[in-house]
């Protein structure tokens, strides 16, 4: 869709939340789209804005690093920032709003709610970064309040999330649809993240594997058992020495459990690795 007349050729970046809650009050509300994100941005995020600009009159990205959904500082504090290259491509790829904020204009309080999203929260990611999940609930529920999108823009490349938003949505009864996009990947099939810059030569080289084995699975599953197709992915990504899996799981697309057969309409295979320091997720439709 074409960018909201009332502006210019120009994409506005704002620090304040204040600011962009005022300028946003004079565009159309049902036309905005909103594509939330923590920077270091690559092809993926951009195929996430470039399908917000085709579905919207007016489209709001985020980047902000959100301290409460890490759960170990390492990780926040080497978390890859870049700006300006963020700007760049933003402004290429169609945004009109910017909001690139400090941790205090979006937590001008300490955020002390917990959320409870049943089993869904608790597998996965859940348990083995405990804490995230709510971190994610409660930044993308501030900057859903701030923005208040139409539709909301997310990676299938974080599955799990995906199902958290939804779940978060229909908690707090928000209006806003969510439009899932396809996993962006490198030529060799690895799944693009901005923690891929932190890979060192060896690691990246290693990192394709995981794509592949995640299609190798698709084709095991024929002839394997839920629990058996486990232990042949955690062997197989093990065949190299650098990758080491910290899951893997086949759920139902919805429940997020493990599945017991192949019975489910939609079965994903989830998978974390540890590739050095580096903690990489990727998924694939198994069913
Ligand atoms: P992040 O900046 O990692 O929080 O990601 C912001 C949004 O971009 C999330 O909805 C991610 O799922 C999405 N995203 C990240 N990497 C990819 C990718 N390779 N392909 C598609 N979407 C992605």
Redesign the pocket.
């Known amino acids: 869709m074409p960018r909201n007349p009332i502006l210019e050729e120009k994409m506005n970046v704002f620090t304040s939340v204040a600011a962009l809650r005022a300028e946003l009050a004079k565009v159309d509300a049902p036309g905005i789209g909103f594509v939330?994100?923590?920077?270091a941005l690559h092809a993926?995020?951009r195929?996430?804005v470039e399908r917000a600009r085709q579905e919207n009159t007016t489209v709001v990205v985020s980047v902000f690093v959100n301290p409460t959904q890490f759960n170990d500082p390492n990780d926040l504090r080497h978390y890859p920032r870049t700006p300006e290259a963020d700007a760049r491509l933003l402004e290429e790829a169609g945004a009109d709003y910017v909001l690139m904020p400090s941790a205090e204009e979006i937590y001008p309080e300490p955020d002390t709610r917990q959320f409870d999203f049943g089993q869904i929260d608790k597998v996965m990611e859940g348990a083995t970064r405990p804490g995230h999940f709510n971190g994610v609930a409660q930044v993308v529920s501030r900057l859903f309040d701030i923005v208040k999108p139409a539709r909301a823009y997310?990676?299938?490349?974080?599955f799990q999330?995906i199902a958290v938003i939804r779940a978060m949505i229909a908690q707090l009864r928000l209006p806003i649809e969510i439009v899932e996009?396809?996993?962006?990947?490198d030529k060799d099939g690895l799944?693009?993240?901005?923690r891929n810059q932190l890979l060192d030569t060896a690691h990246r080289a290693a990192a394709p594997h995981i794509y592949a084995t995640l299609r190798a699975a698709v084709e095991r599953s024929h002839s394997l058992s839920p629990a058996e197709l486990e232990t042949w992915v955690i062997a197989q990504i093990e065949l190299n020495p650098l990758l080491k899996t910290i899951y893997y799981h086949s759920v139902d697309a919805t429940s997020l459990q493990k599945v017991a057969d192949w019975s489910s309409p939609r079965i994903q295979g989830c998978i974390a690795v540890q590739a050095g320091s580096v903690r990489l997720i990727d998924n694939i439709r198994i069913r």
């Open positions: 939330p994100t923590m920077g993926g995020h195929s996430l997310f990676g299938e490349k974080d999330q996009c396809p996993i962006v990947r799944a693009l993240s901005s």
